[in-house]
């Protein structure tokens, strides 16, 4: 395979020349199109090592084979990373003033960016845009992941590992994910929730937990590019969702997330129940904040929530609706996590359950995820692990096949 590596102007550079061995490893041809910038982090003396071609960030070396035009006709997949804020702005209005963006104007092949930069720029609304701009041509946009970045600096935009990228884009080329897989929603309404609900227990505190959102949004994204319609039913998330790729309602507690879902639900084909529904609320909610006194605190009574997922597996609001829920455990002396997720598949009553483990920098707050899907008679039917977006994705290749026997 003819690979186009290229490379922006990010100290995450020095990954993209362990990328550029894993792809080389592999059999396959690699001509490295890094920046001005990037040749300030790693030099060409490098990438030419290493890939046994020319690595030049100029459009007027070696004129006669017309280069910015050529590079990208011929090439049967194109990777970008690190790809820096400049970069996906750049590629996003269509400049071509280096070689790099004028091969990415002239490529028909798949197109793979990883992106890495601070947490700040990542989430910047103009990024959003340009990102969401990207996919919707398709370009594949790996989600960073999330940890420590340049200086004392931790959050999402930390460049993925190579071997993540490298797997990721081969499996692009192949067109088994990512936006070339198949329209396999295409004509269908999803339901997702995702992130925490908050119960107030004053003006002040509320009882909550530690979901970021990342897997629903996830979740949603991949939906959307699979070409389902998506309202996405949001508790409290702490990360960017794009508006071309749900329909967003903001909710807070158990009771309106509830509320909402059930709405969007009477016209969905499927529900993915991937918020961390708080289980209790407090009996009762101070209408001024609570005040330290000396002694014991006072004890704080709560009540049981409804069961949102419970009921939608048993009410089913639309015929052929399939429902699917997530059930994050931690493993204590009555059992470990899978036994515990069978034992609430079973509970449930959902057509799925997403089993995943959570706990201290586990499943919450991270950019990764592993989960093991269960049917209603808790019955092991699909395991994945990976980014957040491999788990969407394969939750979605898990459910597609309900969706047929659903219309059968």
Same mark, same amino acid.
């Given at each position: 395979?003819?690979?186009?590596?290229?490379?922006?102007? %990010?100290? $995450?550079?020095?990954?993209?020349? &362990?990328?550029?061995?894993?792809?080389?490893?592999?059999?396959?041809?690699? #001509?490295?199109?890094?920046?001005?910038?990037?040749?300030?982090?790693?030099?060409?003396?490098?990438?030419?090592?290493?890939?046994?071609?020319?690595?030049?960030?100029?459009?007027?070396?070696?004129?006669?084979?017309?280069?910015?035009?050529? &590079? %990208?006709?011929?090439?049967?997949?194109?990777?970008? +990373?690190?790809?820096?804020?400049?970069?996906?702005?750049?590629?996003?209005?269509?400049?071509?003033?280096?070689?790099?963006?004028?091969?990415? &104007?002239?490529?028909?092949?798949?197109?793979?960016?990883?992106?890495?930069?601070?947490?700040?720029?990542?989430?910047?609304?103009?990024?959003? +845009?340009?990102?969401?701009?990207?996919?919707?041509?398709?370009?594949?946009?790996?989600?960073?992941?999330?940890?420590?970045?340049?200086?004392?600096?931790?959050?999402?935009?930390?460049?993925?590992?190579?071997?993540?990228?490298?797997?990721?884009?081969?499996?692009?080329?192949?067109?088994?994910?990512?936006?070339?897989?198949?329209?396999?929603?295409?004509? #269908? #309404?999803?339901?997702?929730?995702?992130?925490?609900? #908050?119960?107030?227990?004053?003006?002040?505190?509320?009882?909550?937990?530690?979901?970021?959102?990342?897997?629903?949004?996830?979740?949603?994204?991949? !939906?959307?590019?699979? %070409?389902?319609?998506?309202? &996405?039913?949001? !508790?409290?998330?702490?990360?960017?969702?794009?508006?071309?790729?749900?329909?967003?309602?903001?909710?807070?507690?158990?009771?309106?997330?509830?509320?909402?879902?059930?709405?969007?639900?009477?016209?969905?084909?499927?529900?993915?129940?991937?918020?961390?529904?708080?289980?209790?609320?407090?009996?009762?909610?101070?209408?001024?904040?609570?005040?330290?006194?000396?002694?014991?605190?006072?004890?704080?009574?709560?009540?049981?929530?409804?069961?949102?997922?419970?009921?939608?597996?048993?009410?089913?609001?639309?015929?052929?609706?399939?429902?699917?829920?997530?059930?994050?455990?931690?493993?204590?002396?009555?059992?470990?996590?899978?036994?515990?997720?069978?034992?609430?598949?079973?509970?449930?009553?959902?057509?799925?359950?997403?089993?995943?483990?959570?706990?201290? %920098?586990?499943?919450?707050?991270?950019?990764?995820?592993?989960?093991?899907?269960?049917?209603?008679?808790?019955?092991?039917?699909?395991?994945?692990?990976?980014?957040?977006?491999?788990?969407?994705?394969?939750?979605?290749?898990?459910?597609?096949?309900?969706?047929?026997? $659903?219309? $059968?």
């Amino acid at each position: 395979m003819r690979i186009l590596l290229g490379v922006s102007g %990010g100290v $995450a550079a020095y990954k993209a020349v &362990l990328l550029l061995r894993l792809l080389r490893e592999q059999g396959h041809r690699v #001509r490295v199109l890094p920046t001005a910038s990037a040749l300030r982090f790693v030099g060409a003396p490098t990438w030419e090592a290493l890939s046994g071609e020319p690595a030049t960030a100029e459009v007027f070396e070696d004129v006669p084979h017309v280069p910015h035009v050529a &590079l %990208g006709q011929e090439a049967d997949l194109v990777v970008v +990373a690190p790809a820096t804020a400049d970069l996906l702005a750049r590629a996003a209005s269509g400049r071509a003033d280096d070689l790099l963006t004028s091969a990415l &104007l002239t490529a028909r092949c798949p197109v793979v960016m990883a992106p890495a930069m601070h947490t700040e720029m990542w989430e910047h609304p103009a990024t959003v +845009a340009n990102v969401a701009t990207l996919r919707s041509r398709g370009v594949h946009v790996i989600e960073p992941a999330s940890g420590r970045l340049t200086g004392s600096d931790t959050g999402p935009g930390r460049l993925p590992e190579p071997e993540e990228i490298a797997a990721t884009a081969l499996e692009v080329a192949r067109g088994v994910r990512g936006q070339d897989r198949e329209q396999d929603l295409a004509g #269908r #309404r999803v339901v997702v929730s995702a992130g925490g609900t #908050r119960e107030p227990l004053d003006p002040v505190r509320f009882l909550g937990n530690r979901s970021s959102g990342r897997q629903g949004a996830e979740i949603a994204a991949a !939906a959307a590019a699979r %070409g389902a319609h998506v309202t &996405l039913v949001a !508790a409290n998330v702490s990360v960017p969702v794009d508006p071309a790729v749900a329909d967003v309602v903001a909710v807070e507690t158990t009771a309106e997330l509830r509320d909402a879902v059930r709405d969007a639900a009477r016209t969905a084909d499927v529900v993915v129940m991937a918020a961390a529904v708080a289980d209790f609320r407090p009996a009762a909610v101070a209408g001024t904040k609570i005040k330290k006194t000396a002694g014991a605190p006072a004890a704080i009574e709560l009540v049981e929530n409804p069961d949102v997922l419970a009921e939608l597996a048993r009410d089913r609001l639309r015929a052929g609706q399939v429902v699917v829920g997530f059930a994050a455990e931690t493993g204590d002396a009555t059992g470990d996590v899978l036994a515990h997720g069978r034992a609430k598949a079973r509970r449930k009553g959902a057509d799925l359950l997403a089993v995943n483990e959570v706990g201290d %920098g586990v499943g919450f707050g991270v950019a990764d995820n592993h989960v093991t899907l269960v049917d209603a008679e808790g019955r092991t039917v699909h395991e994945v692990g990976g980014t957040k977006r491999a788990v969407a994705d394969g939750l979605w290749d898990a459910v597609v096949p309900l969706l047929g026997a $659903a219309d $059968a």
